[in-house]
């Protein structure tokens, strides 16, 4: 015969009745509110979004935007996929939320490094053109990053939509300060400043990528690039010649 006795009623549910009473009395008790998430500040959203842009950036001179899928890019940028994308709803606006901060951070660099002087018109453009050239690592990242922007565009109409903007606003930035200085007859007459800085800015975007790709020295680009900046300020060489012809008519006389 068994020695087990059958319990009759329902099952114990504490252990003991001080152990039923704490949990009378935790349920009187109202309930604590778990803490409230705060939402990240301004400052704190635009330094992650930042960070992960950056981590564009690099995948992309580094590799090809084609390497930069979302959880390339969170790993680049050392977060999680979900941070990703709670800052970023799709690949797509992520890539043109890194291309504009990328734009934004080189015009940043450039107003350091470019300072305006209306009586050296030519320095200032010649400063301009150095932003395309590759002479320190974030120029060159920068450069590099574009050509992986332009290379995806040629495939992709939403990024091209972008990139390919039917604005030229650097183009008549430097179409003006040709002006400035043609009305201030620093420059050669019968000069067309917006013909003038379609060939200088194309010159300096095409020939930096020949500096990337190493078909090309950065001295010699910068020669190419005085040369056209001489033929634009050209009147004080013009008045060298004359003087020295000048000469050469009393030199004759005598």
Not at 22 to 44: F, G, H, N, W
Not at 90 to 112: D, M, P, Y
Request: charged share 30%.
């Amino acid at each position: 015969m068994s020695a087990a006795v059958k319990q009759r009623g329902r099952p114990a549910l504490y252990c003991s009745r001080s152990c039923q009473a704490r949990a009378y009395r935790q349920r009187k008790r109202p309930p604590v509110p778990a803490p409230e998430r705060l939402a990240p500040t301004s400052d704190a959203r635009s330094r992650r979004r930042r960070q992960i842009a950056e981590a564009v950036w690099r995948i992309a001179a580094d590799r090809g935007l084609d390497a930069a899928s979302m959880r390339e890019i969170a790993a680049e940028a050392g977060v999680s996929l979900r941070v990703v994308q709670y800052h970023f709803a799709n690949k797509h606006e992520l890539l043109v939320a890194a291309l504009h901060l990328l734009h934004r951070e080189n015009e940043r660099l450039a107003r350091t490094r470019v300072h305006y002087d209306p009586a050296d018109l030519r320095g200032v453009l010649s400063a301009m053109l150095d932003e395309f050239l590759p002479l320190d690592a974030q120029r060159t990242m920068a450069l590099r990053v574009f050509s992986a922007y332009y290379a995806r565009s040629l495939t992709d109409p939403a990024i091209a939509a972008v990139f390919l903007s039917d604005e030229h606003p650097l183009e008549e930035l430097v179409a003006g300060f040709i002006a400035t200085a043609q009305s201030s007859g620093q420059t050669a007459p019968g000069l067309n400043a917006r013909r003038e800085a379609d060939l200088l800015v194309a010159a300096a975007v095409g020939l930096g990528g020949d500096v990337l790709h190493e078909r090309r020295t950065l001295d010699d680009v910068r020669e190419t690039l005085d040369y056209h900046l001489d033929k634009i300020f050209s009147p004080v060489r013009v008045r060298e010649v004359g003087e020295d012809l000048d000469e050469r008519v009393c030199a004759r006389s005598d």
